[in-house]
């Protein structure tokens, strides 16, 4: 294994899983950020920044998972607007995928891993479509789960078909889960990788000696994603993984995509929840890191919605 692991060396990646301290700083100079996904449209975005207000927690981007396909004209504009006016990043999923799709893989037992592809040339289309909608809209941040599809619109926004300060957030959905698949989709024009909820405080710290993106990183995941609450790890999370978005999912809730106004007041109240966890998080965080170091809002690299 020596051998291999002087290759590694000399391909610029880390040969273990040591958890070494990350010197790496968003472009403020900070270490973390706070994230608050699953903000299922105009209605649950307010109620989300009404929660933060009153419970002082500072959050800089604020994640939704039904896709701007599920949204109107109207309630994109009205979203763009809200996240414009409180300075916070507003990232939209792109869709559909192929969970969505009509295909029979994506809910077989093994078909998993196909769920958060695009599925044939006419969904790759959709997936990019929807992704312009949204940066019409003045949305200046997308989730992407398919390498493919990310390939393609960083290319798009390098010919100016897509705006030039659109950021491509990858989803924990993408799967990569080592440092040097985390790098493929660095090359491919990722801005921001979710990874994968179950990794280690080493496997975490060997991705980011291996990549200069932002890494974001649920500290309590989705039952549907393992059921994790990582508060008490906040702290070495922050230490090894800088520059890193501290991501608040919420364990024991149901999983409501593709969400609708069906939906409105179940998205509320976990909306206001997952704030509420932010708010013990960053507590402990303070606790026993005081000197980690966050973000202003508007701060360097937020993707702000266009106003």
Known sequence: MHQTREFLR???????????T?????????QYR??????EGPEVLEAVLDEIAARQVVVHRI???SGGMLLTDDELARMAATGAAHDVELSLFA???AGWDTGAMATAPAGGSVAAQA??????VHVLEDIRRTAEAGIRSVLITDLGVLATAARMRTAGDLPPDLQFKISVQMGLANPASVRIAEDLGADTYNVPTDLSIGQLAAIRQATDLPLDVYVEAPDDMGGFVRHFE????VRVAAPVHVK??????????????HLTPTAIALGRERVRRARIGLDLLARHAPAATTSALGAKGLAVPAA
């Open 10 to 20: 000399s391909q610029g990646l880390p040969a273990d899983d040591s958890p070494v």
């Open 34 to 39: 706070v994230e608050i996904p699953s903000t």
């Open 248 to 261: 608040f999912g919420l364990r024991n809730a149901p999983n409501i995509y593709p969400a609708g106004t």
């Open 95 to 97: 869709r559909p995928v």
């Open 234 to 237: 906040i702290a070495e999370i």
């Open 63 to 65: 994640s939704q998972g």
């Open 119 to 124: 599925r044939g040339t006419e969904q790759v």
């Open 22 to 30: 990350s010197a790496k700083r968003f472009p403020d100079g900070a």
